[in-house]
Nanobody, 124 residues
Framework: QVQLVESGGGLVQAGGSLRLSCAAS????????IAWYRQAPGKQRELVAA???????YYADSLKGRFTISRENVKNTVYLQMNSLKPEDTAVYYC??????????????????WGQGTQVTVSS
C-alpha cells in the first residue's frame, strides 16, 4: 500500500512560481512512477507530468517549458516546479502512484493511489 501527501499549494499572482511536493511512503510492487494531475472547477482531472523511478519524464504538451517534475529518492519525494503561472493553472493538484513505460503514464486506480490534493490559486 502506498501513501501520498501533497504540500506547497497556495495563492500566487500571475507570473509567479510555486513548488509542490508529494511525499510517498509504503510500497507496492507494480508502482514505478509518480505523476501530478490537476482538476479545475467543472473540468475533468488531467495529467500534468509524470516521472519514473529511473528519471524518465512525461509532460502535458501545453505545460512543457513552464512546469518541471523532479524527484529526490532519498526523501521519497516528487516535486512539481511551476513557473510563469497563469490564472488558468488554478486547480487542485493531486499526485498519483502508477506505472510508466513506453513513454506513457498509467495511473494507479483507486483511492489508495491518490493524495488528498493541494489547492493552487493564481490571481490575475
Amino acid at each position: 500500500q502506498v501513501q501520498l501527501v501533497e504540500s506547497g499549494g497556495g495563492l500566487v499572482q500571475a507570473g509567479g512560481s510555486l513548488r509542490l511536493s508529494c511525499a510517498a511512503s509504503g510500497t507496492t510492487f507494480a508502482i514505478n512512477a509518480i505523476a501530478w494531475y490537476r482538476q479545475a472547477p467543472g473540468k475533468q482531472r488531467e495529467l500534468v507530468a509524470a516521472i519514473s523511478s529511473g528519471g524518465s519524464t512525461y509532460y502535458a504538451d501545453s505545460l512543457k517549458g513552464r512546469f518541471t517534475i523532479s524527484r529526490e529518492n532519498v526523501k521519497n519525494t516528487v516535486y512539481l516546479q511551476m513557473n510563469s503561472l497563469k490564472p488558468e493553472d488554478t486547480a487542485v493538484y493531486y499526485c498519483n502512484a502508477g506505472q510508466y513505460y513506453s513513454g506513457s503514464y498509467y495511473a494507479g486506480v483507486g483511492d489508495d493511489y491518490w493524495g488528498q490534493g493541494t489547492q493552487v490559486t493564481v490571481s490575475s
